[in-house]
């Protein structure tokens, strides 16, 4: 008998992966920096991607409760997913109030999952509003990955038909943090499963 039939490769079980794109503004790039990402992940067969994109989510500025609001309209999809892609800009140094505003309205949905981000700016590539936006999950139980991908002045790398155009290093950049994610997401959701955390 080989090793291979004494121990025979079972697929490993399809994770949840959602794709939130953080800015709101019109015009912006961020849905097409999204758009590129998903496709990237949904590669990989083992991802089920559901991109959301918060310029088409209702959530008011008011209304949430302490401890999130079960009434969002996203909450669901959010509670399903093993994972999240968090698509930010830089503004002012720091991240979208929309996305804050999108963070807020939840909580039970991000905790002991993991967070990866994907990041623009005009110089820095978003790194600031990353650096930030690590505390902010931190305090909701969630876990950060170290990797990242971090894009300079993006809108120079859409094309005529709209779409993004990465070079080799943006790519390897986002199939080291897919390969970080999906490890923390099959992780971290043995743990919710197996051992759940008393909060």
Known sequence: MTEQERSPTVPAPELSLAVIVGSVRRPRVGRKVADWFAETARQRTHLAVDLIDLAEVALPLHGTPPGGNPNSPISGRLASADGFVVVTPEYNHS???????????????WMFKPVAFVSYGPSSGGVRAVEQLRLVFAELYAATTRNAVALTAPWSLVGRDGTLTVDAPTRQAADTTLDELTWWASTLRSGRLDNPYPV
Request: net charge neutral.
């Open 95 to 109: 991240f979208p109030a929309a996305l804050k505003n999108a963070i807020d309205w939840h909580y039970r949905e």
